[in-house]
């Protein structure tokens, strides 16, 4: 089955300075990849996702990257705010098996003002 | 509703009681997840559903765990005789379709089960 590698477990940037979070995955049929920020105590929020068939995909400070060949795909946060500072977890998903989210071991960013 | 509604948002029980969680999805998505996550770590991937069928049940532990999601009413997650183990946060997410094109899941606020 599909698994899922994220890194670093926790990421610490001064405000203003740019973040990034390295996700890697296994299976070559996923097609379907989501991040997540999770604030504490709270459900996880989808803040950017991307398919298969698109390389890049920017919103606003947000973008992420795939590279279907190696497997990877990468969470890029520019400018970043305090507000920024939460869990972020990359996930993988095969769309033509109901979608099930398969997630990274999440990401605590913390971002300094 | 425009979000998935989770309930209770807490729930404490004593080893060995039945523990009940329930989930409203947003109005018009056939897909259902549950979601196990222990202490902010990672999500352990339970069962899904696809209207009130089964989609994928390969997470569920074969004893005591039990999901349903029936017409016209919230989808329930059922753990009886809990273990202190079953500790955690239990999250639901919903989805409009899967599709060949991908699909979007929202999560919804989690119901925290604490077994003493």
């Known amino acids: 089955g599909e698994n899922v590698e994220q890194h670093p477990s926790t990421l610490s940037v001064q405000e203003g300075d740019s973040a990034v979070i390295k996700c890697t995955y296994s299976?070559?049929?996923?097609?379907?990849f989501p991040w997540y920020k999770q604030e504490l105590g709270k459900g996880p929020q989808l803040i950017i996702d991307?398919?298969?068939?698109?390389g890049e995909k920017k919103d606003q400070r947000i973008a992420v990257t795939l590279n279907k060949t190696a497997k990877h795909f990468s969470l890029h946060i520019t400018e970043t705010q305090p507000e920024d500072s939460a869990v972020y977890f990359c996930?993988?998903?095969?769309?033509?098996?109901?979608?099930?989210?398969?997630f990274g071991q999440g990401t605590e960013l913390s971002v300094k003002p | 509703g425009e979000e998935v509604a989770q309930t209770p948002k807490h729930l404490v029980r004593g080893e060995g009681q039945k523990a009940k969680l329930y989930c409203a999805p947003i109005?018009?998505?056939?897909?259902v997840f549950w979601y196990q996550q222990v202490l902010k770590n990672e999500f352990k991937f339970l069962i899904s559903f696809q209207n009130e069928n089964v989609f994928d049940e390969t997470g569920m532990p074969k004893e005591r765990f039990s999901a349903k999601c029936l017409p016209n009413s919230p989808c329930s997650l059922e753990i009886q005789a809990t273990k202190l183990e079953d500790s955690a946060v239990y999250f639901c997410?919903?989805?409009?379709?899967?599709?060949?094109?991908?699909?979007?899941?929202?999560f919804g606020e989690g119901s925290w089960l604490t077994v003493v």
């Open positions: 996930a993988a998903s095969y769309s033509n098996q109901g979608g099930k989210l398969i």
């Open positions: 997410a919903s989805s409009l379709t899967s599709g060949t094109t991908g699909n979007t899941i929202y």
């Open positions: 299976d070559s049929a996923s097609n379907y």
């Open positions: 991307i398919r298969s068939n698109v």
């Open positions: 109005k018009g998505h056939s897909y």
